[in-house]
């Protein structure tokens, strides 16, 4: 399953997404989308999680809670065309 996860800290590195979502399950990869050409975050990134249940699972539990001082957007990520 892949899920979005936005409105997240701009301080946020790809291993802190990680470890949050670990609690949850197996995580495939982490990836926390960056400007090209500064290379800071842009407050958002995309979490793939090979368990659909536990993909679920963190949905329902981090949609709407706070981290780092902002309220996670966490939702299952739509396809790219």
Same mark, same amino acid.
């Given at each position: 399953?892949?899920?979005? %996860?936005? !409105?997240? !800290? /701009?301080?946020?590195? @790809?291993?802190?997404?990680?470890?949050?979502?670990? #609690? /949850?399950?197996? %995580?495939?990869?982490? &990836?926390?989308?960056? #400007? *090209? @050409?500064? =290379? &800071?975050?842009?407050? +958002?990134? +995309? %979490? @793939?999680?090979? #368990?659909?249940?536990? =993909?679920? &699972?963190?949905?329902?539990?981090? !949609? =709407?809670?706070? /981290?780092?001082? *902002?309220?996670? %957007?966490?939702? @299952?990520?739509?396809? &790219?065309?």
């Amino acid at each position: 399953m892949n899920i979005y %996860v936005g !409105n997240l !800290n /701009y301080r946020i590195k @790809e291993a802190d997404l990680q470890q949050i979502m670990e #609690d /949850y399950g197996a %995580v495939s990869s982490v &990836k926390v989308i960056t #400007d *090209r @050409e500064t =290379g &800071k975050s842009k407050g +958002f990134g +995309f %979490v @793939e999680m090979s #368990d659909d249940n536990e =993909g679920a &699972k963190a949905i329902a539990e981090l !949609n =709407g809670a706070e /981290y780092e001082g *902002r309220t996670m %957007v966490v939702k @299952e990520a739509r396809p &790219k065309f």
